[in-house]
């Protein structure tokens, strides 16, 4: 019971987490892991699951090896080069952050990768240089010490629930610094039009193309 009397309300996971279902896949073995690897229900699991169901069913991605982001594309470090302006790096949903190593040494002062994964977080950490730092984190709790001259969603936007999207990226928008942008990259353009659209009503938006002349579309706005 809540102190002013009133019994809390459950949030949609964590009722989820009540159910027979939501119980069997918070238990710690490996027949769960599996199904956490099943698309259907990886794609449930993340979207409406609690942030624990879901950073697991994340962590179940690295693992498999399934999620092994090596290489990055090029055009979009050289766009995050082009605002960045040697300052400060901000990756939410950064997984092993494999942006990094397509990015010109000392063309930032510092980046800082948030994710939710566990797994990811530990490889990240592993071949991180001086000025990077990795922390396991809900981008959507996620609170900014300081200014950003680049905040990156590199595929990781769509996972924010839409009721919460609009309002991460305008509450962002307080610490970017006065040349400061918000990069977001959509690797199904199609799937996810109605984000994209959403954006380009809601923002300035700078730079609304394919990346590397492919599928891949990347937005820059403030
Ligand atoms: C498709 S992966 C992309 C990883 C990386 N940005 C890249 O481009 O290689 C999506 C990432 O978003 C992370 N993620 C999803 N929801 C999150 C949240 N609420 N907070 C932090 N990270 C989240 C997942 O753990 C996963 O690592």
Redesign the pocket.
Known sequence: MAPSGIAPVATLGERFEMTPLGKLLSTQNGICNRLLGIPVVHWFATRIGPARL?ARS?DVKYRSGE?D?RS?SRDLARLVEEYINKGHLL??????C?IVRDLTPNSFTSLLG????VE?ITRARRSSGSRERFEV????TFQCQQQYDVVLF???LY??PGRHRAALLHSLRANLTDTGRVIVTIAEPKRYAAILKAIRLAFDVEVDRALDSGERHVLVFR
């Not at 948030?114 to 994964?117: G, K, N, V």
């Open positions: 879901r994340f999620w982001f990055d990756v939410l949903g950064c997984g092993t494999s948030i994710d939710l994964s990811a984190g809900d981008m959507l590199s595929e990781s996972y924010v």
